[in-house]
Every structure is written in structure tokens, then in C-alpha cells.
């Protein structure tokens, strides 16, 4: 009886560490819109995502979201008092409002950030246009929803 309780109370576990994995991501997107964000060019026209491009990117996603927590962090406890500004990996002017070493921090993240999409499969434009279309595609979103739950469940 208590093996039966104890599996019961794991499962329960693993599902809420998923969902709140899920949902940091989800807020991560939003958050790739607002600060440490790579592009502000606008996509119109941009085309369809593909159904291996929605692996590629979640992939990308999930690999980066603790070096992207813990980039924001370092970089917010150096700023102390004061707001964050708007990084963009694809504008070495937005790294003008950071001291010294967050800038480097923030250098090696975008670095980062850039040598995990390539090798995901995905250039950096392709990854940005992706981004911008999540933010206005429900149907997207829920692709990506979907794919980073299947990504997260496997060992």
C-alpha cells in the first residue's frame, strides 16, 4: 500500500516539475520578446513553419532556458537597483546601457544562444521569424506547447 502511495506522489511530482518546466519556457518566450531578445526586424511575409522547424526551435528553447535565467540573474544582480535594458543579441548598441562585465555576459550568451540554434538546425533569422510568429499564432504556440511536453518527457 505504500509502494502504491509513494509511486502516486512521484507521478504527481514529475508532473508539476514538467508543467512548471512548460511554463518557465512559455514565459521565456515572452520574455525573448522584451529583453535579451535577437532581432527587431520585422517578418512579414514570413513562411510557414515547418513541423521539424517546431522541433528544432523547442529544442533550441529548452537547452537555453537555464543559460538565459541565469545570464538575466547575473546581469540584474550587477545592475543592481536599476531596470535591465533591452538586450538584442543582433544590436551591439543595446549592450551600450550595461556595465563592463555584464556586457561580457551578455556577449557570451547571445554567442551561445547562436552556436545552439545553428546546431539545431536553424539559422539565427529563421529562429527570430519563428519567435515573431509564435507571439501571433495560436496555433503555433500550441505546436510548440506540444513539442517541448514530448521533449521533456523523454529521459
Known amino acids: ?14 508532473h508539476m516539475l514538467r508543467r512548471s518546466i512548460f511554463i518557465g519556457v512559455i514565459a521565456s518566450l515572452s520574455f525573448l520578446s522584451s529583453s535579451l531578445i535577437f532581432s527587431s ?3 512579414a511575409q514570413a513562411a510557414p513553419v515547418k513541423n521539424d522547424e517546431v522541433v528544432k526551435y523547442a529544442k533550441t528553447v ?18 543592481g537597483s536599476s531596470q535591465v535594458p533591452q538586450i538584442s543579441c543582433n544590436d551591439s548598441n543595446s549592450f551600450n546601457g550595461l ?3 555584464a556586457k561580457n ?3 557570451e550568451y547571445c554567442n551561445r ?4 540554434v545553428t546546431e539545431n538546425g536553424l539559422s539565427m533569422d ?4 519563428i519567435t515573431v510568429q ?4 495560436q496555433n503555433l504556440q500550441q505546436q510548440v506547447h506540444n513539442q517541448l511536453l514530448r521533449l521533456q518527457k523523454k529521459p
Open 1 to 14: 500500500m505504500k509502494t502504491l502511495s509513494l509511486n502516486n506522489s512521484r507521478l504527481k511530482l514529475n
Open 41 to 43: 526586424k520585422s517578418y
Open 62 to 79: 529548452l537547452e537555453m532556458e537555464p543559460s538565459r535565467q541565469q545570464t538575466f540573474d547575473e546581469i540584474k544582480k550587477m545592475m
Open 99 to 101: 556595465p563592463g562585465k
Open 105 to 107: 555576459i551578455a556577449v
Open 113 to 116: 544562444y547562436l552556436q545552439v
Open 126 to 129: 529563421r529562429f527570430n521569424e
Open 134 to 137: 509564435i507571439q501571433g499564432n
